[in-house]
């Protein structure tokens, strides 16, 4: 796999080059971060590399949640059962499955109030390594390209929404500009044209800025409101409510790629060989949602979700590696206040154990 790397960035570069002569030179951001993660065999999502894992020794380039310790998926669990209950389903739809990780362990701590656990992945080497990784649960696993049209049940989304593409706006002496990638001599630039698009919220001065705009992970939970009859949505990422997300400090955005467990702000370089994410405007999400028929749970830091779903007994009782891990998500200075937790569902409202301390619902 490590042999194949130069070939397949080699050809993805080939493949936007042309994509970017078709658009006329000018290939907004939004574009260019889909072919980058998502081309068929190439992108960074659907090409055979390790992705992750605990170190970079392991070929990974980056850990998530579950792969650090199996608390994760307990805490969450005691969060998702409760939303079957109360919702009156029985099937749990997880987005962006990744390692299959998250999954292995919420079936194992579901165990038989989930009657169907269905996969949604547009990756077909990822699905390949979620089937293996869950094989012993046999048909109670199904995996799915896209939403269906009716659905019910629990959603859950770890790190999903960040990895969504994002168009990038440039003030530029004042002005607003839409970056998007050109073909340069050496590689892939940067090429700004004016724009009548805005931030969804003003940007006090006139320093130069940039930042991001979320139409696509937007767009996603308007047809998750829409198409979900019945049931609750849990999405777990790192980001900001929008005054925080839109400070006229952050004037560098929350642009961001990840290799070998190294992160770096450049996505025009080994393109397909790096992940490529942006911070999650939370207040986008929100509004998104309400206004298409989805009301909101709650929305609280992860630290406090996992310690209201009762992380703390658990960690008490855990080995010395678990216990590190389970501190890492909690700790404010660690994972537990940049990751937030944001929920909605369709249907009846109750008092959601993960929000019973520390909403910040008014903060959105």
């Known amino acids: 796999m490590a042999g194949e790397t130069p070939s397949v960035a080699r050809e993805l570069a080939q493949i936007l080059r042309e994509e970017i002569a078709r658009a006329g030179g000018w290939l907004p951001f939004d574009r ?8 068929p065999g190439l992108g960074y999502y659907a090409n055979a590399s390790r992705k992750f894992g605990q170190m970079p020794s392991s070929g990974s380039d980056f850990v998530t949640a579950p792969e650090m310790t199996p608390l994760f998926a307990r805490a969450l669990a005691v969060q998702l059962r409760e939303a079957l209950d109360r919702t009156g389903t029985d099937e749990v739809w997880e987005f962006g499955a ?7 362990q919420l079936l194992y701590e579901l ?17 390949r390594r979620q089937r293996e990784r869950v094989a012993a649960f046999g048909d109670k696993v199904q995996w799915a390209l896209e939403l269906p049209e009716r659905m019910s049940g629990v959603v859950v989304g770890n790190e999903v929404l960040d990895a969504m593409p994002v168009k990038l706006l440039a003030r530029v002496d004042g002005k607003w500009h839409e970056r998007a990638v050109s073909c340069g001599d ?16 003003p940007i006090e001065g006139e320093h130069d800025y940039v930042t991001e705009v979320h139409a696509q992970a937007e767009a996603f939970v308007r047809t998750l409101a829409d198409r979900l009859e019945r049931g609750a949505a849990f999405f777990i990422d790192y ?13 560098m955005g929350t642009l961001m790629t ?27 999400i929100a509004m ?11 929305f609280t830091t992860q630290g406090r979700f996992l310690l209201n779903c009762g992380i703390a007994k658990w960690l008490a009782e855990a080995d010395l590696p678990d216990r590190a891990a389970g501190h890492r998500l909690v700790a404010e200075h660690e994972m537990g206040e940049l990751f937030k937790v944001i929920a909605f569902h369709k249907g009846e409202w109750w008092d959601a154990i993960c929000f019973s301390e520390g909403d910040r619902t008014d903060r959105l």
Do not use: C
């Open 239 to 251: 980001g900001f409510p929008e005054a925080e997300y839109y400070h006229p400090q952050r004037y």
């Open 98 to 104: 990744g390692s299959g990780a998250l999954a292995e």
């Open 186 to 201: 050496e590689g892939f630039v940067w090429n700004d044209q004016p724009t009548f698009l805005r931030p969804p919220a």
């Open 258 to 284: 990840h290799r070998g467990h190294m992160a770096d702000p450049d996505p025009l370089t080994r393109v397909g060989e790096k992940d490529i994410t942006a911070h999650v405007n939370f207040t986008g």
């Open 111 to 127: 165990g038989d109030r989930v009657r169907r656990y269905t996969i949604v992945d547009v990756s077909a080497t990822l699905q």
């Open 288 to 298: 998104a949602a309400q206004e298409a028929g989805l009301l909101a749970l709650g």
């Open 32 to 39: 260019f971060m889909a072919w980058a993660l998502y081309a």
